[in-house]
């Protein structure tokens, strides 16, 4: 399920890191192992938004969760 930028239900996300079945979602969803979100997640906190901001340098561009701020510009 990906929600606009914009909604604001989407900034309040966060990542419970007691449930197994939830770290390994969003370890899926953005595209680092279990052992690299929890890590970030003892750094930044759960936020999924603040998760995603540290992560952007190790998340490709086209992930639907990359962060908008930072997505590289596109010449066409």
Do not use: C, F
């Not at 192992?33 to 995603?52: C, K, N, T």
Request: no cysteine; charged share 25%; glycine share 2%.
């Amino acid at each position: 399920m990906t929600l606009p930028e914009s909604t604001s239900l989407r900034a309040n996300i966060r990542i419970n890191v007691d449930e197994a079945y939830e770290v390994k979602h969003w370890a899926r969803q953005l595209g680092v192992s279990i052992e690299r979100l929890r890590a970030v997640i003892a750094q930044v906190g759960p936020l999924v938004d603040a998760v995603r901001l540290h992560l952007k340098d190790e998340m490709h561009p086209d992930n639907p969760w990359y962060p908008r701020a930072a997505r590289p510009e596109v010449n066409q």
